[in-house]
Nanobody, 124 residues
Framework: QVQLVESGGGLVQAGGSLRLSCAAS????????MGWFRQAPGKERDAVAV????????YYTDSVKGRFTISRDNAKNTVYLQMNSLKPEDTAVYYC?????????????????WGQGTQVTVSS
């Protein structure tokens, strides 16, 4: 069982930056691939960025490439999402998720544990 708690969301102007954190409970954090997902009102939950167990491989959805960076610190049981050059279309609730697959994917169904989400609002 893994419990995930996100933090770092808030209101920011377009062009600004935010750093999201996701703290995981338990001693097996490094066994899980991790992902950040987002869900805007009336839309499906979509993957933003995912990272493998060791942190050496990361993957991004096209709309955030070059602006967002996912990273993890297995010693601190934490995964991060650094978001730069934010746009109004990035406004959503952001969730972190943990999965037991060996390779991180973009399908939410591949992930077993979810945080409660943190709101990110980007004003124009």
């Amino acid at each position: 069982q893994v419990q995930l708690v996100e933090s770092g969301g808030g209101l920011v102007q377009a062009g600004g930056s935010l750093r999201l954190s996701c703290a995981a409970s338990g001693r097996t954090f490094s066994f899980y691939v991790m992902g950040w997902f987002r869900q805007a009102p009336g839309k499906e939950r979509d993957a933003v960025a995912v990272i493998d167990r060791g942190g050496g491989n990361t993957y991004y959805t096209d709309s955030v490439k070059g602006r967002f960076t996912i990273s993890r610190d297995n010693a601190k049981n934490t995964v991060y999402l650094q978001m730069n050059s934010l746009k109004p279309e990035d406004t959503a609730v952001y969730y972190c998720a943990a999965g037991r697959n060996y390779v991180p994917g973009f399908d939410p169904d591949e992930y077993d544990y979810w945080g409660q989400g943190t709101q990110v609002t980007v004003s124009s």
